[in-house]
């Protein structure tokens, strides 16, 4: 495995949100502390190591533990557990749904990153310990996003009737899916191997949430992850003065609302990740995950809307924690308040949301930790690549959009030149002296210049896509090989992270190998998008 190219943050990829934030746009700056970067943390850590309660740590050890117990984890993970208990001990945090089977591949690059992220602190802060944290959104109810991955072009699905929290569902039925599995896989060794961690985790685990911990913990706990369950009363009692807060003075919906404001001021077309609610918490009851409500002073669910006084519902927080789950607005603020955390691991669509709460964690008066915008990876076969290198096609003109692909591709290989950039500026140049002439005779004729200008541009466009249409004609063959590699690498027209499997991209030399050499390679690869040759 070799890194072929770090292509940084390639515009085809990255979201124009994204674009502006690692562009470092000072337009954005209310809207977030700073990017992770070893000079940013270093600055960071010695606040948030000191202001993390004690009693909160001692809470978090003792919740991990009680968690790790069944798995019966070796040394290191038991150190690294331990380790914050001390006041000097920072985590960096990434979390994910709890795809069936990790689902698609930047489930992984997530982990590895932050895994890597940890490691780099640790060599150059000796005086802190750096624990890389996974957390798992064992409380998400939308099954139908977790429950499958694509071994190709084969869906795999686990079918369940089951509602509610999806880390609380029993993993019964899912030998169904090993069945399925096995007749993929059942005739090879890394086939095997597959098929014993499917079942080792996913059979042996009464929950999906335990499956999860232990499937994370087996691929990489050797790296010292710690993967934690926030779906715990122990951890939500440390979370109750925020749970009532939100409840009494619903500050997530107003701070929200304010913040998706300002941002609609400076981002062009912003759109909001998630939405704010009255009161943007959960009721978990009778394996039901019920959105909170509230109307004329009183409190309750869609199933019962009148359940309780503010009074009666503040009684009900403190008694049973536990039952109050965050949305996807409150987790981040839950996260860090149980975490002695310096910096987040995410996505981009992750980030856009963490961006919509600066205020509220002000509000709620949480310390907002640094960001990091995970890396993207495309794997490539020896041979992908050198199909590439005999096609004189650039790896980077892969990640544009298909249509734009194909254009390029065409212009790229055809001896003659159909590009009219030059042709339009030339037009624009002619025009400009029109325009100055109407201006000087009879202004009224300035909307007869434009509409002239702008039919012939019009025609040049025209002109210039028949002509790519016929030279992709005549060139189909070479554009048809293009285009399939293209399509191989990016499933259903999607980027390859976001639907292949990693089973496919495991060899004979087994599971811990690749995790190992795919870890190592993307230590050294920059910050952005990583082309691998597997």
Not at 67 to 92: C, F, M, R, V
Not at 95 to 109: I, S
Not at 136 to 160: C, P, R, T
Not at 482 to 496: D, G, S, V, Y
Request: net charge neutral; proline share 4%; glycine share 4%.
């Amino acid at each position: 495995m070799k890194l072929i190219e770090s292509l940084g943050y390639h515009t085809s990829v990255y979201a124009p949100l994204m674009q502006q934030l690692l562009s470092n746009d000072p337009a954005l700056s209310p809207f977030y502390t700073e990017m992770f970067s070893t000079t940013a943390s270093t600055q960071a850590v010695s606040n948030r190591a000191t202001s993390f309660d004690q009693s909160k740590r001692n809470i978090l050890v003792e919740v991990l533990h009680k968690q790790y117990e069944h798995l019966d984890p070796d040394d290191k993970i038991g150190a690294q557990i331990d380790a914050l208990s001390a006041s000097n001990t920072l985590t960096i945090t990434t979390g994910h749904q709890l795809n069936l089977f990790t689902g698609p591949l930047y489930f992984w690059y997530k982990i590895l990153d932050v895994i890597n992220k940890a490691e780099a602190m640790q060599q150059l802060d000796g005086k802190h310990q750096y624990v890389p944290v996974f957390w798992m959104a064992s409380e998400d109810h939308d099954f139908e996003e977790i429950n499958h991955f694509f071994l190709g072009e084969q869906k795999v699905s686990w079918e369940s009737d089951t509602t509610g929290a999806v880390g609380r569902m029993s993993t019964t039925g899912l030998d169904t899916v090993l069945e399925e599995l096995t007749s993929y896989w059942k005739n090879t060794e890394k086939g095997k191997e597959l098929l014993s961690l499917f079942a080792d985790c996913f059979l042996q685990e009464g929950t999906l949430v335990k499956a999860t911990r232990k499937l994370v913990h087996q691929l990489f706990g050797s790296y010292g992850i710690i993967v934690i369950d926030g779906d715990d009363a122990a951890l939500k009692s440390l979370f109750v003065p925020l749970i009532k807060a939100e409840v009494s003075e619903q500050i997530t919906h107003k701070a929200v609302t304010q913040t998706n404001s300002a941002l609609k001021k400076v981002v062009k077309d912003f759109k909001p990740q998630v939405n704010p609610r009255e009161i943007n918490l959960f009721y978990l009851s009778d394996d039901k995950r019920l959105r909170i409500t509230t109307d004329s002073n009183l409190f309750g669910t869609i199933v019962n809307p009148s359940k309780w006084t503010l009074q009666s519902l503040c009684e009900e927080i403190q008694k049973r924690p536990e039952r109050f789950s965050p949305n996807a607005l409150m987790r981040p603020l839950y996260q860090e308040c149980v975490l002695p955390n310096i910096a987040y691991v995410g996505g981009g669509g992750e980030l856009a949301y963490w961006l919509q709460l600066k205020t509220t964690f002000e509000a709620f008066d949480i310390p907002y930790p640094l960001l990091h915008l995970r890396n993207s990876v495309l794997l490539m076969s020896e041979k992908q690549v050198k199909k590439c290198n005999k096609l004189n096609l650039p790896i980077a003109d892969l990640f544009l959009p298909s249509a734009a692909f194909v254009n390029k591709r065409v212009r790229q290989i055809s001896n003659i030149n159909i590009d009219f950039s030059l042709q339009r500026e030339m037009l624009k140049n002619n025009f400009k002296t029109f325009h100055d002439l109407a201006t000087q005779t009879d202004k009224s004729f300035l909307g007869a210049v434009e509409a002239q200008e702008k039919k012939q541009l019009k025609g040049l466009d025209k002109l210039e896509s028949r002509l790519l249409k016929a030279q992709r004609k005549k060139l189909q063959d070479e554009v048809v090989r293009a285009t399939e590699i293209r399509n191989n690498l990016f499933p259903h027209n999607r980027l390859q992270e976001r639907t292949a499997h990693f089973s496919t991209f495991v060899s004979d030399s087994g599971i811990h190998n690749f995790t190992a050499e795919l870890k190592t390679t993307l230590s050294n690869a920059e910050n952005g998008l990583a082309v691998i040759q597997i």
